[in-house]
C-alpha cells in the first residue's frame, strides 16, 4: 500500500459516554475526524493461512500519522462499523497502518 493512492474516505467515531435516564451507558458515537486512506479487505484465503477461522470480516487500513486515533474508537468505512484490533506506525512515523474487524 502506498500513501500516495489514498482513495478512500473513512469516519474516525469515538463514544461520547452519555448516559440514559437510568444511569446505563449509551452507544452514542461522535464522528472525531474525516481520513483519506487506503482500505483493503482481506480475503478468505489470507484469513485461513493466518490460522484465523472467525465470522468476521479483516480490513487493514493505512492512514497519514494522526494522533487521534485510539483502540477505543470505531471506524466507519461504507456504512459499517468496525472495531479498531491494533494500530501500527511504520519505521519513519509518517503513517499508520490499522487493522480492523467487523462480525457478520
Not at 485510539?70 to 468505512?77: A, P
Request: glycine letters at 6%.
Amino acid at each position: 500500500m502506498r500513501a500516495g493512492r489514498l482513495r478512500h474516505q473513512i469516519l474516525l467515531k469515538r463514544n461520547t459516554g452519555e448516559q440514559g435516564s437510568k444511569g446505563q451507558l449509551l452507544n452514542n458515537y461522535a464522528i472525531i475526524q474525516t481520513i483519506k486512506a487506503n482500505v483493503q479487505v482481506l480475503s478468505g484465503s489470507e484469513l485461513i493461512k493466518a490460522g484465523v477461522s472467525s465470522n468476521a470480516e479483516f480490513c487493514s487500513i493505512l492512514i497519514r500519522r494522526s494522533n487521534k486515533v485510539q483502540h477505543k474508537d470505531v471506524i466507519e468505512w461504507r456504512g459499517n462499523d468496525y472495531t479498531i484490533t491494533s494500530i501500527k506506525p511504520d519505521d519513519k512515523n509518517r503513517q499508520m497502518v490499522i487493522t480492523v474487524a467487523r462480525d457478520i
